[in-house]
Structure formats: structure tokens, C-alpha cells
């Protein structure tokens, strides 16, 4: 059985991801923050985009094996899964995002303000995105639920109100959208993550368009 790649999320992408002052200090995050967008936003082959999530998820693995207490590793780690799961699809897909689900979950418990409340963001993402029960845990209801509750922590961030948005059009409701898109293009620029940044900017703009064109 195959598992349409637009079941899962447009990655962000979970990056979808928020930085907080630790991450500029830190090399092994913003490394594989970089890698990530790499890996997202200027390989254009899906095979070679599935060989780029495959070895940054390797090595975020060996890092969080190495610092198992560090929520934002889980974070990243989860974020990578979600991101080959999107590019990939097929029979993996499924174990990927709930992989994803479990570490999100484990920093949710823990730490939830971690990287601006960023799980919140990329756990109700991975709600709106997969399919529902009986295939995987699907549920819009609880997707609103943690948006509104990353929203409380980064109000103002750039992949939280983006994906917010992205959902709220998928949802039905464009007004609400385009406002949450649009404040989303306001959001401070990230000076480490430019690539990012870049690429969440023009995501932006096509969404808007499209609404634009409804």
C-alpha cells in the first residue's frame, strides 16, 4: 500500500523550525538546521532529497544518542522523520510520522517552551497532515488544539502562524488564513537561517496566492 505523499506535511519544515538565543550558540543544532534546509530547499530530485533526509536523521540520531536529554535534538530528530516521510511516502511513511508523534509527545511532556514551543507547532501539523484513524492519528480537532497553544508561546513566529494559516485554508476559513499568513511574512527575520527563512517566505507567497485565487 502506498501512502500519498500529500498526506504529510509540507515540510518546514516542523521547518517545521522556531530558534531561540541557545541555538546560536550551539554548532550540532545549527548544523543540522542547515542541513535541513539543504536538504529541503535546493535538491530538487526526490531520490536525492530521500538520501539527504536519510543521513541527517542518522547523524541527529547519533547526537541525541550522545546528549539524550536535549529536547530540541528531539525536536530536529522528529522534524527530519516528518520531512522523508513527505519526500518519500510508501509502506515507511506511517512509521516515520509516528515516530515523530512519540518524540514530539516526549518534549511536549517535558519541555514545552523548547525552541519556541516548536513541537506544538510540528505535532498539530502532523494531526492536520496524516491520514485519520484506522491508517494513522489524523485529527483536526486536536491539530487546532496545539496550534492555539503554540500560538500562545511564539505569536508572532514565522512557521508557527504559517502552518497555522495553512491550515485554517485547508479548514475552510480563507479570512482567518490570509490574516495569519500575512502576519507570518512579518515575522523576524532568522539571521542564521537564511536559506530557511527564503524558502518559508516564497511558501508563503504561493499560499496566498492560491487563496487569492479562489
Known amino acids: 500500500m502506498t501512502i500519498r505523499k500529500s498526506f504529510y506535511i509540507t515540510v518546514w519544515a516542523l521547518s517545521w523550525s522556531l530558534i531561540s538565543a541557545t541555538v546560536l ?4 543544532l545549527a548544523k543540522i538546521q542547515t542541513r535541513w534546509a539543504q536538504c529541503n530547499y535546493t535538491i530538487e530530485s526526490s531520490d536525492d532529497k530521500v538520501a539527504c533526509f536519510d543521513r541527517l536523521i542518522d547523524d541527529t540520531q547519533i547526537a541525541l544518542l550522545a546528549q539524550p536529554a536535549r529536547h530540541d535534538l528531539k525536536i530536529w530528530l522528529a522534524i527530519n522523520k516528518s520531512s522523508l516521510a513527505g519526500v518519500d511516502g510508501g509502506m515507511g511513511a506511517l512509521g516515520l510520522v509516528k515516530d515523530a508523534k512519540i518524540l514530539l509527545e516526549d518534549v511536549i511532556t517535558q519541555a514545552p517552551e523548547t525552541l519556541d514551543g516548536s513541537a506544538l507547532t510540528s505535532l498539530a501539523t502532523l494531526y492536520h497532515k496524516v ?16 496550534f492555539k497553544k503554540a ?3 511564539n505569536p508572532d513566529g514565522i512557521d508557527s502562524n504559517y502552518f497555522y494559516g495553512e491550515f485554517l485554508a485547508d479548514t475552510g476559513k480563507t479570512n482567518l488564513a ?25 511558501e508563503i507567497i504561493q499560499k ?4 487569492n485565487q479562489q
Open 178 to 202: 490570509v490574516a495569519f499568513l500575512k502576519h507570518a511574512q512579518q515575522a523576524p527575520a532568522r539571521p542564521d537561517r537564511p536559506l530557511a527563512d527564503q524558502g518559508r517566505q516564497q
Open 151 to 153: 500560538l500562545a508561546i
Open 208 to 211: 496566498l496566492k492560491e487563496l
Open 25 to 28: 550558540a550551539d554548532p550540532i
Open 131 to 146: 491520514p485519520g484513524w484506522p491508517l494513522a492519528f489524523g485529527d483536526d480537532d486536536k491539530a487546532a488544539e496545539l
